[in-house]
């Protein structure tokens, strides 16, 4: 769409992603809100300077002839914090004041001033040149004549520099404004150097929005031919922010450490996984045959309120990363400006700034830490251990490459629950997940449903066959739905297959799926 500015109605093309966003006209250099509609009233925010131009042939302003020129489309400085402004100002051009003479009508006594003034003037002149003696009249010479020679002051040569300073109206845009200087004509042969690629990290990490924007200006202006280069320098910048945002993370985490806080939310916690992982244990048809379904519920809201603290204690665990310091959300604004930068090196339209989360565990990530408190001992820290352990293995089961987002999801449940009563996240292994695709498939295409394979194999045979080096510790088999949902749902429900997913020694797992068959393989493998 195109709206006009408010100060110099020049048209401005924009896009109905700036709207809401900060703008600026590069013609009279006016501040305002883009707005939504092209017709509504635009907010200014900081009034510019309507720029005139004054012809050198005529001091007076008149109309603009065809063919003389017009004024030039302003380029749009769009957003202040997730959107950094892209286009060049355009150079302002200088009136120069020419000085207004004013006549008066003189009067006859003037005119006799003027005429004594020149023959003094006159006078002085005559004396300097000719090397005369000047008579003085000495109070302390009783009455003698004293003769003093008149002397030359030394004549000064003019200076050069402020002379042509002078006669320049016109300013010039000063180099330390600019990280370097962008060739005008295609025709100009311009080479990145290596003093151009240091100014543009400096200005890159400047806190002064006008130099970053620089750098943003004269790289759109070299084009595609340097994107990479940008990206680069870019990245640099973005992971010096990064660190420096884990940096006063990790400040904050020092200042904040409360023991008793952990300790209560660790011995709250604890009371209720015993109770929990004992219940979750239990043959229910077996011990309680008349009763098994109420004592399903009551292990329910065991299970339940056992997550519930095991968070509590988590976050007691954690400590606070500063989202309310502003020097925080300084640092999450400048990364979301060089975000959007990249993400124009790399030609993706779409953008989305990061949470300060999000950034604030990259930066943990890159500096290869965790924002948790390094001070715990006993069963506090063999409690901070498994935790750290089972982070690290969600990481792991998330990134992999290989299965489906479907094995993922039901593994997923499975450690939630292992992890809020004290066991360990099982680990998603390849052999495992190979032997268990194996028999869902061989049971989908032989129709049948068996532990022992078709031809005879048993779960512990078919995991050493997949090339599992591990400990066999249980299998469990579904039927009736391709959603592992429903699968987790009927192994959660049945005594034994519950069991087999919540064994104190299992921490390695594999899935297979063919169509609603699905075989869930558990095993244990050294650390």
């Known amino acids: 769409m195109q709206i006009h500015c408010p100060i110099c109605s020049t048209s401005i093309d924009v896009s109905e992603d700036h709207a809401g966003h900060k703008g600026r006209c590069v013609n009279c250099s006016t501040k305002f809100i883009i707005p939504n509609d092209p017709e509504g009233n635009i907010e200014i925010l900081e009034r510019g300077e309507t720029i005139q131009t004054q ?4 001091s007076s302003a008149g109309p603009m002839e065809e063919g003389d020129g017009g004024s030039r489309a302003p380029a749009l400085n769009v957003p202040a914090l997730n959107v950094p402004a892209l286009n060049v100002p355009a150079a302002r051009s200088y009136t120069a004041v020419r000085p207004q003479v004013h006549k008066k009508s003189g009067a006859p006594m003037g005119f006799v001033f003027i005429v004594a003034l020149v023959l003094a003037v006159g006078v002085g002149v005559y004396f300097y040149l000719s090397d005369k003696k000047i008579t003085i009249a000495d109070a302390n010479s009783n009455g003698e004549t004293v003769e003093k020679k008149a002397v030359k002051a030394p004549i000064k040569a003019p200076n050069k520099k402020s002379k042509i300073s002078e006669e320049v109206n016109a300013p010039e845009v000063s180099e330390s404004t600019v990280p370097f200087k962008v060739p005008i004509s295609e025709d100009e042969v311009f080479e990145f150097t290596d003093e151009a690629r240091d100014r543009s990290l400096e200005f890159l990490a400047s806190n002064d929005q006008e130099k970053r924007e620089s750098v943003y200006t004269a790289f759109r202006a070299l084009g595609d031919n340097y994107k990479e280069t940008y990206e680069g320098l870019l990245r640099i910048i973005r992971n010096k922010h990064l660190i420096n945002l884990n940096d006063k993370s990790s400040a904050i985490k020092k200042s904040k450490v409360v023991p008793e806080d952990i300790k209560n939310a660790y011995q709250e916690w604890k009371d209720v996984t015993t109770t929990g992982l004992n219940s979750v244990m239990t043959k229910w048809r077996e011990t309680e045959p008349e009763e098994y379904k109420a004592k399903y519920l009551e292990m329910d ?8 603290l095991y968070s509590g204690m988590v976050k007691a665990m954690e400590v ?3 989202s309310e310091d502003e020097s925080f959300q300084e640092l999450v604004d400048l990364i979301s400006e060089l975000d959007y930068e990249i993400a124009w090196s790399l030609g993706e339209d779409d953008f989305s700034a990061s949470e300060m989360n999000d950034l604030l565990n990259e930066a943990k990530s890159l500096a290869g830490e965790k924002d948790i408190v390094d001070s715990l001992s006993g069963e506090l820290g063999k409690m901070q251990s498994i935790y750290l352990s089972n982070i690290e ?8 490459n290989w299965g489906t987002s479907a094995y993922k999801k039901l593994v997923q449940q499975i450690n939630i629950r292992r992890v809020s009563l004290g066991l360990g996240a099982l680990r998603l292994d390849q052999t495992l997940t190979v032997a268990s695709e194996v028999h869902s498939g061989d049971m989908h295409f032989q129709n049948y449903y068996s532990h022992r394979s078709a031809d005879g194999t048993t779960y512990l045979e078919r995991a050493k066959s997949a090339g599992f080096n591990g400990k066999s510790t249980g299998e469990c088999l579904f039927r009736s739905s391709a959603d592992p949902d429903a699968a987790y749902k009927s192994w959660w429900y049945n005594d ?7 064994s104190t020694s299992s921490n390695a797992v594999g899935v297979g799926n063919a169509q609603n068959h699905w075989t869930l393989n558990t095993g244990e493998i050294s650390q």
Not at 301 to 308: C, P, T
């Open 301 to 308: 809201e065991i299970v339940k309120n056992a997550e519930e």
């Open 393 to 400: 293995i969600e990481t792991h089961n998330a990134q992999l």
């Open 55 to 58: 012809s050198e042939s005529d």
């Open 320 to 322: 606070s990363q500063g």
């Open 496 to 502: 034994s297959q519950r069991s087999i997913m919540f």
